[in-house]
T-cell receptor
Framework: QQQVKQSPQSLIVQKGGISIINCAYE??????FPWYQQFPGKGPALLIAIRPDVSEKKEGRFTISFNKSAKQFSLHIMDSQPGDSATYFC???????????FGAGTRLAVHP | ETGVTQTPRHLVMGMTNKKSLKCEQH?????MYWYKQSAKKPLELMFVYNFKEQTENNSVPSRFSPECPNSSHLFLHLHTLQPEDSALYLC?????????????FGEGSWLTVV
C-alpha cells in the first residue's frame, strides 16, 4: 500500500513532442505528490509538485495532472527538448511527514 | 549546486573494510536524510534526522551506522558490507520535517563493495 507505481520504464520522444509519464498509488493518506528530475551523475532535483486539492498544476512546459478518484497522477512535458533527457521520478508522502515514497523512475530520451 | 555536498563521490571498499560517507549542507536546514539508489529498486529512504536526532530507521541493517553531530553534517559509517550494498547513496536535507518542505539532494556517493 506504500508503493507508487510508475510507467513507462523508458520513453523515447522526438523533439517538440509531448512526453507523458504516469504514476498510480494505493494509499489514500498520501497528500503531496512531487516529481523529481535526475540527470546522470547528479542527485534528483524537485521539478514540480501538487497537492490533491487541485486537478492540475502547470509550470512552464511541465504540467501535473491529478485524478484523485482514480488515484493516479501524471507528468506532461510539452515541446520536449533534448535537454529534458533525464530520469524522472514521481513520489508521494503523507501524514505531514517528509518521507518520500518514490516510483521506480522513467528514463526519458528526447531525440533531435 | 544544491547546497548539499557529499564526499567521497566514489568509493571502492572490501567487505572487511570500514569507511564513512560524509554529507554537509549549507542551507540552514534542520532535517537530513540518507537514501539508497540502486538499479534494481526505487529510491529507498534509509534514515531521517531532525535537529540531529534520529527520527526514522527504515529497517536498515546494522552494518550501516548513521551519525549526525549537528544539523549541518551527516555521516554514514560502513562496516562489513556485502556486494549487494553497492549503490549510489544520496544525502538530502530540508528546512523542516513537515510534508511539503522541498527536499534537496546531494550528488551522491557511488559505493562499490568488492
Amino acid at each position: 500500500q506504500q508503493q507508487v507505481k510508475q510507467s513507462p520504464q523508458s520513453l523515447i520522444v522526438q523533439k517538440g513532442g509531448i512526453s507523458i509519464i504516469n504514476c498510480a498509488y494505493e494509499n489514500t493518506a498520501f497528500d503531496y505528490f512531487p516529481w523529481y528530475q535526475q540527470f546522470p551523475g547528479k542527485g534528483p532535483a524537485l521539478l514540480i509538485a501538487i497537492r490533491p486539492d487541485v486537478s492540475e498544476k502547470k509550470e512552464g512546459r511541465f504540467t501535473i495532472s491529478f485524478n484523485k478518484s482514480a488515484k493516479q497522477f501524471s507528468l506532461h512535458i510539452m515541446d520536449s527538448q533534448p535537454g529534458d533527457s533525464a530520469t524522472y521520478f514521481c513520489a508521494a508522502l503523507s501524514g505531514g511527514y517528509n518521507k518520500l515514497i518514490f516510483g521506480a523512475g522513467t528514463r526519458l530520451a528526447v531525440h533531435p | 549546486e544544491t547546497g548539499v555536498t557529499q564526499t567521497p563521490r566514489h568509493l571502492v571498499m572490501g567487505m572487511t573494510n570500514k569507511k564513512s560517507l560524509k554529507c554537509e549542507q549549507h542551507l540552514g536546514h534542520n532535517a537530513m536524510y540518507w537514501y539508497k539508489q540502486s538499479a534494481k529498486k526505487p529510491l529507498e529512504l534509509m534514515f531521517v534526522y531532525n535537529f540531529k536526532e534520529q527520527t526514522e530507521n527504515n529497517s536498515v541493517p546494522s552494518r550501516f551506522s548513521p551519525e549526525c553531530p549537528n544539523s549541518s553534517h551527516l555521516f554514514l559509517h560502513l562496516h562489513t558490507l556485502q556486494p549487494e550494498d553497492s549503490a549510489l547513496y544520496l544525502c538530502a536535507s530540508s528546512l523542516a520535517l513537515a510534508s511539503g518542505n522541498t527536499i534537496y539532494f546531494g550528488e551522491g556517493s557511488w559505493l562499490t563493495v568488492v
